[in-house]
């Protein structure tokens, strides 16, 4: 950093407050400590200006969660980070609608401080590898980080999740493993897989991607190892595969998961020995490919009705990338609406200071995506063409007011609160969206809550308060399943 920091940290955890400390003065920063809220308060009403608060939130103790929500209210002009005890994602979404874009989770590390710094300084941008920059108009703090990977693709990270995985996809550029890259459709595992290849050793050479999905096996068979003349009815002259082409830099296997099993051992045989035959063919060819693969299918689910094999998947997924869906990183949303209106062409957008509304924004925020960034791009695009935001506007609402309704007249029976006012509104609404995430986690684990507190990224502790705080219960979740699976609830809680 070129520019020296006055603190403010207010974190009650003295092993973490103290190695906090410890690294930023190291560093040259002051730092001020306080012990809680209302000493915090104190000193900034008596003309304390820090440049940064580091502020721990608490996630497990009602009272303490409000107390410091309503601190962040007041102090939403400053650079904020939280320091967690727990990866919170309903916390983090909380405080990103108030303008806070860093967090730290203890453990603490001297990398995770040095990092929050760096983004804070917006020290990529100006380390001049020309790829990252801030969109104009607010303090660096509030910003997210973005990639620019050529063709108008581009990486985003806002939020701490993306911010991770755009640290993960750094470290692995240079580590030549395969890398299995998973998500829901639209959440964007290609633009992941783009941003690992720009950053590698391979990154000069372009990088070569194959839709599985797209072809039938003997298509593709052809499609990756290429053919000789003959092999098969239209097959005219010899041609080369798709390895043969990416040889010295890297393949992207898109939607790994839905190949055949045929070409699954055909494939295995490939990345084991790194030599294949054409199609026809009868001389063997050695390749080096870096090989990322990506797909939105339950791996686990496949591993155990076999229908992906296990040496495969071990063989792809030396490591594994996790994408989340658009609706578990709601505060990326408004960023995603700025870019995709700022990247259209001018003839499209008729007007240059085409923007969203505040209700139509409000709206776009409060939907849920099922089809994730690309969704909310092509909808962006067609509210940009039509030029009709109120079209937009009923459009987004009649979504989310289908939803709400199937949670209440389905398997959530939410009661809808007497909002009477903008913060019981926002409460009613943050409320029903917690227990719909939590609903979904325990329907997809089979009620197991250890794993249903794991895909949510929240301790077993955490799950269980929840739990009872909304009165979940399995017979509650699974209506419409059959008694048998009921029956065998209790057994499975029990070998919990």
């Known amino acids: 950093m070129k520019s020296l920091l006055l603190v403010l940290a207010v974190i009650r955890h003295s092993e973490t407050r103290a190695f906090v400390k410890m690294v930023l003065e190291g560093a040259g920063h002051r730092v001020i400590e306080a012990e809680g809220y209302p000493q915090a308060e104190s000193l900034l009403s008596n003309g304390l200006e820090p440049d940064l608060l580091l502020i721990e939130s608490i996630a497990l103790n009602p009272t303490e969660k409000l107390e410091y929500l309503r601190f962040l209210r007041c102090v939403r002009n400053?650079?904020?980070?939280?320091?967690?005890?727990v990866a919170d994602q309903r916390l983090r979404q909380e405080a990103a609608g108030l303008g806070v874009r860093q967090f730290l989770v203890r453990p603490?590390?001297?990398?995770?401080?040095?990092?929050?710094?760096?983004?804070?300084?917006?020290?990529?941008?100006?380390?001049?590898?020309?790829?990252?920059?801030?969109?104009?108009?607010?303090?660096?703090?509030?910003?997210?980080?973005?990639?620019?990977?050529?063709?108008?693709?581009?990486?985003?990270?806002?939020?701490?999740?993306?911010?991770?995985?755009r640290r993960q996809a750094r470290l692995l550029a240079d580590v030549d493993v395969p890398v299995l890259i998973l998500g829901e459709s639209g959440t964007g595992k290609e633009v992941v897989a783009h941003l690992i290849h720009r950053y590698s050793r391979r990154g000069r050479k372009d990088l070569l991607n194959v839709n599985c999905a797209a072809l039938p096996s003997e298509l593709l068979e052809s499609e990756l190892f290429g053919h000789e003349q003959g092999a098969f009815t239209g097959a005219i002259k010899d041609r080369a595969g798709r390895f043969e082409q990416a040889h010295r830099?890297?393949?992207?296997?898109?939607?790994?998961?839905?190949?055949?099993?045929?070409?699954?051992?055909?494939?295995?045989?490939?990345?084991?020995?790194?030599?294949?035959?054409?199609?026809?063919?009868q001389e063997t060819t050695r390749v080096d490919v870096r090989i990322l693969a990506a797909t939105n299918v339950q791996m686990e689910d496949a591993l155990k009705e076999k229908t992906f094999r296990e040496d495969l998947y071990y063989r792809l997924s030396a490591f594994t990338i996790q994408i989340p869906p658009l609706r578990e990183r709601r505060e990326e949303i408004p960023y995603l609406i700025e870019e995709t209106i700022r990247r259209a062409p001018a003839e499209m957008k008729g007007d240059s200071s085409f923007s969203f509304s505040t209700r139509l924004m409000d709206a776009a925020l409060r939907h849920d995506w099922r089809g994730n960034v690309r969704e909310l791009r092509n909808f962006v695009t067609r509210t940009i063409i039509m030029r009709d935001q109120q079209a937009a506007l009923r459009e987004l609402e009649a979504?989310?007011?289908?939803?709400?309704?199937?949670?209440?007249?389905?398997?959530?029976?939410?009661?809808?609160?007497?909002?009477?006012?903008?913060?019981?509104?926002?409460?009613?609404?943050?409320?029903?969206?917690?227990v719909q995430m939590i609903q979904e986690a325990l329907d997809a684990s089979g009620w197991n809550r250890r794993h249903a507190a794991q895909n949510l990224n929240i301790s077993y502790r955490a799950l269980l308060y929840k739990i009872q705080q909304h009165r979940l219960s399995p017979r509650k979740a699974a209506r419409g399943m059959d008694e048998s699976f009921l029956g065998s609830y209790s057994a499975r809680e029990k070998a919990v």
């Open 249 to 281: 830099g890297t393949l992207l296997l898109d939607e790994i998961g839905e190949i055949s099993a045929q070409m699954q051992a055909k494939l295995l045989h490939v990345l084991q020995d790194g030599q294949f035959t054409r199609l026809g063919g």
């Open 399 to 434: 979504k989310i007011a289908a939803r709400d309704g199937e949670y209440r007249g389905g398997r959530l029976e939410l009661v809808p609160s007497q909002c009477t006012g903008m913060r019981s509104i926002v409460r009613d609404l943050k409320d029903r969206t917690e």
């Open 108 to 165: 603490v590390t001297r990398g995770d401080i040095e990092a929050m710094l760096d983004e804070l300084s917006g020290a990529d941008a100006a380390h001049g590898d020309g790829c990252a920059h801030h969109p104009a108009g607010a303090g660096t703090a509030s910003l997210p980080l973005i990639e620019e990977l050529g063709e108008n693709r581009y990486f985003l990270a806002a939020s701490p999740a993306m911010q991770e995985i």
């Open 78 to 85: 400053h650079a904020v980070c939280l320091v967690m005890g």
